[in-house]
């Protein structure tokens, strides 16, 4: 019974740190290590600076639908600045807002006018109220929708600006970690270059945001958690932009760049995911101790060798049935633009091909983002067929969630296409699927199709892990995919259980 108490509350303290979400790839943060203050805010700077720039009237708008969903249909928006729900199609409703004002940084339409983590949808209403104030505690309220307020600020706060807008309790963390992203990653645009507007963030290295707004920030920050939206939220983004949040990741990282460890050296092995300087963030719950019994046959999932995963049910298809202008065999027959469909909303560089889209230009990148896949979370079987232009330019690169795979095919414009199989073993829940092909590497593509990864059971009692015994390391292997396979929840406790068992009697 001592044993059996162990494993749970060792499976109960590691499950405590686990997302049911993607996480960051494994080499994503790797140049934040052994960094603190202004040195780890920069090597922040240089991770997260390289995305793509989303136009702002054209691809910004499409990928809300993928982004900021806050219903199973995807068909509402996710709004922070009111309580109201509202469809993508009710525009007359709710627009784009910069939560930290663009006038302070005069305006200009570079990356951070469209980057998508910090210009969000908001109800028009309170868009227009909030003006181009800071965020901040009001004293005296002028106007309310319930959700945020606007007014004088208390002592101490708003800087040079007479008002400022306060968020939901609910949201305040969710608001400080959009401050934190833009400071880090845009701390050298145009802050303050406009005479007639007031900034309260400098072009500096560090802090760049005002004393009293990082303190306030750091604040709401740790009060308010990182939740599963915003996990949600980074993740989804990450597909359509490139990159991610870092403190919504990390939170502890505004610590060490603007809190009580600025003198401590970022140690990224020992960091947790989520969790903030209070100990507090995302959880898996699970069962009190006493409440487990052991339970029927061994229902777990292993991790197997890729090959052996088969294809189950379709998830997404997409045949370019519907492009009929063109064709595939020659360099003038793709001429006319394709501006994308349901499946693919957010398209670039992609032109009609004869029943096939064609990717990429010789100056310009081609890409393909999926609409939101309805799926749990766990493996996925990806197939295209592709073949490139009248010689092989380059390789495609296709991508799901965090996890992407560079694609090398031979087949040329004047061969047959050439079908590709992948697997992706980790894919979270609701990914984003994306293609692309670089510029200069003009390639056709004939189809896309993504299936449910079927993963076969294992053989041998209790042997999760295929190593022909039923031991510890069995154990280990579940909990390694309570972390990274969600289907239909019999991944859990009561298989460790129950493999413990049979090792008993054994």
């Given at each position: 019974?001592?044993?059996?108490?162990?494993?749970?509350?060792?499976?109960?303290?590691?499950?405590?740190?686990?997302?049911?979400?993607?996480?960051?790839?494994?080499?994503?943060?790797?140049?934040?290590?052994?960094?603190?203050?202004?040195?780890?805010?920069?090597?922040?700077?240089?991770?997260?600076?390289?995305?793509?720039?989303?136009?702002?009237?054209?691809?910004?708008?499409?990928?809300?639908?993928?982004?900021?969903?806050?219903?199973?249909?995807?068909?509402?928006?996710?709004?922070?600045?009111s309580y109201d729900t509202y469809s993508y199609s009710s525009t007359g409703t709710w627009n784009k807002e910069?939560?930290?004002?663009?006038?302070?940084?005069?305006?200009?339409?570079?990356?951070?006018?469209?980057?998508?983590?910090?210009?969000?949808?908001?109800?028009?209403?309170?868009?227009?109220?909030?003006?181009?104030f800071p965020i901040g505690t009001v004293g005296s309220q002028t106007w309310s929708n319930g959700c945020i307020?606007?007014?004088?600020?208390?002592?101490?706060?708003?800087?040079?600006?007479?008002?400022?807008?306060?968020?939901?309790?609910?949201?305040?963390?969710?608001?400080?970690?959009?401050?934190?992203?833009?400071?880090?990653?845009?701390?050298?645009?145009?802050?303050?270059?406009?005479?007639?507007?007031?900034?309260?963030?400098?072009?500096?290295?560090?802090?760049?945001?005002?004393?009293?707004?990082?303190?306030?920030?750091?604040?709401?920050?740790?009060?308010?958690?990182?939740?599963?939206?915003?996990?949600?939220?980074?993740?989804?983004?990450?597909?359509?932009?490139?990159?991610?949040?870092?403190?919504?990741?990390?939170?502890?990282?505004?610590?060490?760049?603007?809190?009580?460890?600025?003198?401590?050296?970022?140690?990224?092995?020992?960091?947790?995911?989520?969790?903030?300087?209070?100990?507090?963030?995302?959880?898996?719950?699970?069962?009190?101790?006493?409440?487990?019994?052991?339970?029927?046959?061994?229902?777990?999932?292993?991790?197997?060798?890729?090959?052996?995963?088969?294809?189950?049910?379709?998830?997404?298809?997409?045949?370019?049935?519907?492009?009929?202008?063109?064709?595939?065999?020659?360099?003038?027959?793709?001429?006319?633009?394709?501006?994308?469909?349901?499946?693919?909303?957010?398209?670039?560089?992609?032109?009609?091909?004869?029943?096939?889209?064609?990717?990429?230009?010789?100056?310009?990148?081609?890409?393909?983002?999926?609409?939101?896949?309805?799926?749990?979370?766990?493996?996925?079987?990806?197939?295209?067929?592709?073949?490139?232009?009248?010689?092989?330019?380059?390789?495609?690169?296709?991508?799901?969630?965090?996890?992407?795979?560079?694609?090398?095919?031979?087949?040329?414009?004047?061969?047959?296409?050439?079908?590709?199989?992948?697997?992706?073993?980790?894919?979270?829940?609701?990914?984003?699927?994306?293609?692309?092909?670089?510029?200069?590497?003009?390639?056709?593509?004939?189809?896309?199709?993504?299936?449910?990864?079927?993963?076969?059971?294992?053989?041998?009692?209790?042997?999760?892990?295929?190593?022909?015994?039923?031991?510890?390391?069995?154990?280990?292997?579940i909990y390694e995919c309570m972390q990274t396979y969600e289907a239909d929840g019999t991944v859990d406790t009561?298989?460790?259980?129950?493999?413990?068992?049979?090792?008993?009697?054994?």
């Amino acid at each position: 019974m001592i044993i059996r108490r162990f494993i749970h509350l060792m499976i109960v303290a590691m499950t405590a740190t686990a997302a049911v979400m993607a996480q960051p790839s494994a080499t994503y943060y790797n140049s934040i290590d052994g960094k603190a203050k202004v040195a780890l805010k920069l090597a922040l700077k240089s991770i997260i600076s390289n995305h793509k720039t989303l136009s702002y009237s054209g691809e910004l708008p499409k990928a809300y639908e993928l982004v900021y969903y806050c219903d199973d249909n995807r068909s509402n928006v996710y709004d922070m600045f009111s309580y109201d729900t509202y469809s993508y199609s009710s525009t007359g409703t709710w627009n784009k807002e910069h939560v930290v004002p663009n006038s302070w940084w005069n305006g200009t339409k570079n990356a951070a006018y469209s980057d998508i983590f910090s210009v969000i949808p908001s109800e028009k209403t309170a868009n227009n109220r909030k003006s181009n104030f800071p965020i901040g505690t009001v004293g005296s309220q002028t106007w309310s929708n319930g959700c945020i307020k606007v007014g004088k600020p208390v002592s101490g706060q708003g800087g040079t600006y007479n008002n400022v807008f306060e968020p939901a309790d609910e949201y305040k963390g969710d608001f400080a970690r959009i401050y934190f992203y833009v400071a880090t990653c845009y701390s050298d645009i145009g802050w303050g270059t406009n005479s007639n507007v007031k900034s309260e963030i400098s072009k500096e290295d560090w802090p760049t945001l005002n004393p009293w707004l990082y303190q306030l920030l750091l604040k709401w920050h740790n009060q308010d958690p990182v939740s599963r939206k915003e996990i949600q939220i980074n993740n989804s983004a990450e597909s359509v932009q490139g990159n991610r949040n870092p403190f919504i990741d990390y939170p502890v990282l505004a610590d060490y760049i603007w809190g009580t460890y600025q003198s401590t050296d970022f140690n990224l092995s020992a960091a947790v995911l989520y969790q903030h300087i209070s100990g507090s963030g995302p959880v898996v719950p699970v069962e009190p101790v006493d409440t487990i019994v052991p339970v029927e046959p061994i229902d777990t999932i292993a991790p197997v060798d890729p090959s052996e995963i088969q294809k189950g049910d379709e998830l997404f298809a997409e045949y370019f049935d519907e492009l009929t202008s063109g064709d595939n065999t020659s360099t003038s027959g793709s001429a006319d633009y394709w501006s994308g469909n349901t499946n693919f909303p957010m398209v670039s560089a992609t032109y009609q091909a004869g029943g096939a889209v064609k990717l990429a230009t010789s100056k310009k990148e081609g890409s393909l983002t999926s609409r939101t896949i309805d799926y749990a979370g766990g493996p996925i079987v990806v197939e295209l067929a592709v073949k490139g232009w009248s010689k092989i330019e380059g390789s495609i690169t296709v991508s799901l969630g965090s996890e992407q795979q560079v694609v090398e095919y031979k087949a040329k414009m004047t061969d047959k296409f050439e079908t590709i199989r992948l697997i992706f073993n980790n894919v979270p829940a609701n990914p984003i699927l994306t293609v692309k092909s670089p510029a200069g590497s003009r390639c056709f593509v004939d189809y896309v199709v993504a299936y449910e990864g079927i993963v076969p059971q294992p053989q041998v009692p209790a042997d999760v892990n295929h190593d022909g015994t039923a031991d510890t390391q069995d154990v280990l292997a579940i909990y390694e995919c309570m972390q990274t396979y969600e289907a239909d929840g019999t991944v859990d406790t009561q298989d460790v259980l129950t493999i413990y068992d049979y090792i008993q009697t054994e």
